[in-house]
């Protein structure tokens, strides 16, 4: 049921953070949030870069 609801508010969310200053302890949010809803590193760090670009965290900041 919950994959099901990312997948259809994920995109919302995203748009709504990409338009926020974002500082690094709400990217910690993020990452942390996603990592107990048993999404991948790397899955995550994809779509962290999809959203803000350059500005994204590096895949090693999402792994630690």
Request: glycine letters at 2%.
């Amino acid at each position: 049921m919950f994959i099901l609801w990312l997948a259809i508010l994920w995109p919302a969310l995203l748009y709504l953070l990409k338009m926020s200053d974002i500082s690094k302890c709400e990217y910690h949010a993020i990452i942390k949030f996603l990592t107990v809803e048993k999404q991948l590193a790397n899955n995550i760090h994809k779509c962290l870069v999809r959203v803000y670009g350059e500005s994204a965290p590096s895949y090693t900041y999402v792994v630690i």
